[in-house]
């Protein structure tokens, strides 16, 4: 007799209910999730349950890492993408019970406006700091915006080319540096 349960999403939100944990938080430059189920077992048997809804999470178009944890003794599937955390969450809201309420507020979070519009005067501003070699992350935080609005608005209003490729200039007066590296090796 095979005692292996279907993974489906009103199990998937009662083992959550019991083992899952959400976090989530917004810094100046961008939101973070962390949707996580901890498991850890007294027998072999325990483990393959784990390993069943990250397959199921995979098999549903959500990116799920699978993790050992204290020593071996338990595993832990995160779902740390803010896609994958609102897919799993909007999937699982009509069977939770103990953490509906949580998963609501973690979806209205996400819904925080995540607009990549600015206006001109501060697409101006980021253009110019960028000018000045900033990353995109230092130029989030001075300007007040996320990560991701930051490097839209250089890619569509600008010029953008990741630091790594300006920095790559020769200079005339150092051999070495001048020199295509073949001719170097």
């Not at 998963?103 to 960028?130: G, S, V």
Request: glycine share 4%.
């Amino acid at each position: 007799m095979n005692n292996t349960p279907k993974i489906t999403w009103e199990y998937l939100a009662g083992f959550f209910d019991g083992e899952g944990c959400i976090h989530f938080l917004k810094r100046p430059y961008g939101k973070y999730c962390i949707v996580q189920i901890t498991q850890g077992w007294q027998n072999e048997e325990n483990s393959n349950i784990i390993h069943l809804i990250y397959e199921f999470l995979l098999k549903n178009d959500i990116r799920a890492n699978l993790r050992s944890y204290r020593y071996n003794s338990g595993w832990r599937v995160i779902v740390s993408s803010t896609r994958g955390c609102r897919l799993y969450l909007e999937k699982m809201l009509p069977y939770l019970i103990v953490k509906r309420q949580k998963a609501i507020d973690f979806l209205e979070f996400m819904n925080i406006t995540r607009d990549t519009r600015i206006d001109p005067k501060m697409r101006r501003e980021i253009i110019e700091l960028r000018a000045q070699n900033l990353s995109i992350t230092k130029i989030a935080k001075i300007v007040g915006v996320n990560f991701t609005t930051v490097k839209y608005n250089l890619i569509k209003y600008s010029d953008y080319q990741s630091l790594h490729h300006r920095k790559r200039k020769y200079n005339k007066d150092n051999p070495l540096l001048s020199a295509p590296l073949l001719e170097c090796l």
